[in-house]
């Protein structure tokens, strides 16, 4: 098992972070042939997920997200504790903090367009983000 941590700054909800790069060279440093590379985000307003990383879908996912918790409406959790970032912990459930991609052959298997991506999601204006990469599997 080959295990990285790094460290990511945003700048704000809607933000969308490739996190492709580190996630690939991590898989090379490892040295895993065949395994599986799970990343994950430290948080309950950040997300993990793959995307074509091109601007019209990732506007597209930004503006789905917006439709499934809506800025303008109550939730519970403001109510509770006063920050307004109820809606970005509810995107944050519903996407998820993790995701694991198979490595065949020393590389991720994702698709020609598939990226891994990081979603920020908080309300907050500035956030660092602490994702973690493990990869585990079989050496050659």
Not at 60 to 86: F, K, M, Q, T
């Amino acid at each position: 098992m080959h295990r990285r941590t790094i460290q990511v700054n945003t700048h704000g909800e809607g933000e969308i972070v490739n996190l492709t790069p580190p996630v690939a060279e991590t898989v090379s440093e490892s040295g895993v042939r065949e395994g599986l590379a799970n990343i994950f985000v430290s948080g309950s307003t950040a997300a993990v997920t793959t995307i074509e990383y091109e601007p019209g879908v990732l506007s597209d996912l930004c503006r789905a997200l917006s439709v499934i918790a809506p800025e303008g409406i109550p939730y519970a959790h403001d109510a509770a504790w006063g920050d307004g970032n109820g809606r970005s912990h509810v995107r944050a459930a519903i996407v998820g903090p993790s995701l694991t991609v198979p490595i065949i052959g020393g590389k991720l298997a994702c698709g020609t367009w598939q990226q891994i991506v990081l979603l920020e999601l908080d309300v907050r204006s500035q956030r660092q983000r602490t994702v973690h990469i493990t990869v585990m599997g079989e050496e050659h």
